[in-house]
């Protein structure tokens, strides 16, 4: 599970760095998609440990 959340995170950096590079606002609701899953991963990996 923590692995597949790193390569989304890395794969978010990634997409990051070419927005500001290109300055392609089109790929923004990819990029709030990821925001929204690795968020989502995220809450459940902690709620997971804390129990």
């Known amino acids: 599970m923590i692995e597949k959340i790193i390569q989304k995170e890395e794969y978010l950096k990634e997409?990051?760095?070419?927005l500001l590079q290109e300055r392609n606002l089109s790929?923004?609701?990819?990029?709030?998609?990821?925001?929204?899953?690795?968020k989502e991963e995220f809450n459940q990996n902690k709620s997971q440990i804390i129990s």
């Not at 790929?27 to 690795?38: M, R, V, Y």
């Open 15 to 18: 997409l990051v760095i070419k």
């Open 27 to 38: 790929d923004f609701e990819q990029l709030d998609s990821l925001f929204s899953e690795i």
